[in-house]
């Protein structure tokens, strides 16, 4: 089983930014696909982005330009850049890896004024 703990939710005013990370107990280069989805109350789980090992990243329509996928292989962690974050961006966001099918506990973000 390959652990995932993501960090770096909170409470953010509309407009404004977070960064989340995934920290991840396998070494992420040996991972084909990683993801982070999102699920708002009373909503089906929403693919947000992924990232490949060899950098290939894929984005919701909802989130393109305003999100950015990236991957630190030195501290094994795959973050979520999150700009110009909207009311309705308020979910439980979770990564989620390929190799085995693990998903992480996740990471509250609520976006309100």
């Known amino acids: 089983q390959v652990q995932l703990v993501e960090s770096g939710g909170g409470l953010v005013q509309p407009g404004g930014s977070l960064r989340l990370s995934c920290a991840v107990s396998k070494k992420i280069a040996d991972i084909y696909t990683m993801y982070w989805y999102r699920q708002a109350p009373g909503k089906q789980r929403e693919l947000v982005a992924s990232?490949?090992?060899?950098?290939?990243?894929r984005y919701a329509d909802s989130v393109k330009g305003r999100f950015t996928i990236s991957s630190d292989n030195t501290k094994n962690t795959i973050d979520l850049q999150m700009n110009s974050l909207k009311p309705e961006d308020t979910a439980v966001y979770s990564c989620?890896?390929?190799?085995?099918?693990?998903w992480g506990q996740g990471t509250q973000v609520t976006v309100s004024s």
């Open positions: 990232i490949s090992n060899f950098g290939r990243t």
């Open positions: 989620y890896e390929s190799s085995m099918g693990s």
